[in-house]
């Protein structure tokens, strides 16, 4: 199973949007995608609760670990990662939860923007050392249908296309 988890808490975001997107793409070539959305529920990280960890963290790691491999759409906040994001792998560190764990980092902004958050997901995955390989999907407004939702066949290949080479390097991890 792959993890899917969204850097940005907004609902209507398009990083959310297109792991749902992804979620479909790869049901259709037989990969289950399962979207987690705790990192709204997880408190501040508190190196004082790592020897007692409060129950919705133990599940984010728990979550993490099982994973044969994560897919991750991180927004660009003021120059960086979001916060609440940020805070989610933070509460990795200790478990080394996505220790060697294959990653596919998406990167759905337009052409020229996101770089920072990129350099910052760089040096915290790689802290973390997980494994990570970049993947550019632009998402045009266009793509996205009247609920916000991405439709467009080409994206859907795209995205089937990168959930399919996450499983098979999470396959040939084990």
């Known amino acids: ?18 792991l749902r997107a992804a979620t479909l793409a ?10 987690d959305d705790s990192v709204r529920q997880l408190p501040h990280f508190d190196p004082d609760l790592e020897g007692m960890p409060p129950d919705v963290v133990l599940r984010f ?3 993490c670990k099982s994973a044969d491999g994560l897919v991750l759409a991180v927004p660009e906040y003021a ?10 792998l933070d509460w990795t560190v200790g478990s080394g939860a996505l220790y060697r764990k294959p990653v596919a980092l998406l990167d759905v902004a337009p052409p020229g923007r996101g770089m920072h958050a990129r350099q910052a997901l760089d040096h915290v995955l790689r ?37 399919v080479a996450l499983a098979r390097r999470a396959a040939q991890a084990v």
């Open 26 to 35: 790869a049901a259709r070539a037989r990969v289950v995608v399962d979207i």
């Open 1 to 18: 199973m792959i993890l899917a988890i969204s850097g940005s808490l907004k609902r209507s975001s398009i990083n959310s949007a297109v």
């Open 127 to 163: 802290a973390l050392d997980a494994d990570v390989t970049h993947h550019s999907v632009p998402i045009a407004p266009r793509e996205r249908d009247a609920n916000g939702e991405i439709s467009h066949t080409k994206t859907l290949d795209e995205l089937q296309a990168v959930v």
């Open 61 to 63: 790691r728990a979550r």
């Open 79 to 88: 120059f960086g990662i979001p916060g609440s994001f940020k805070n989610a």
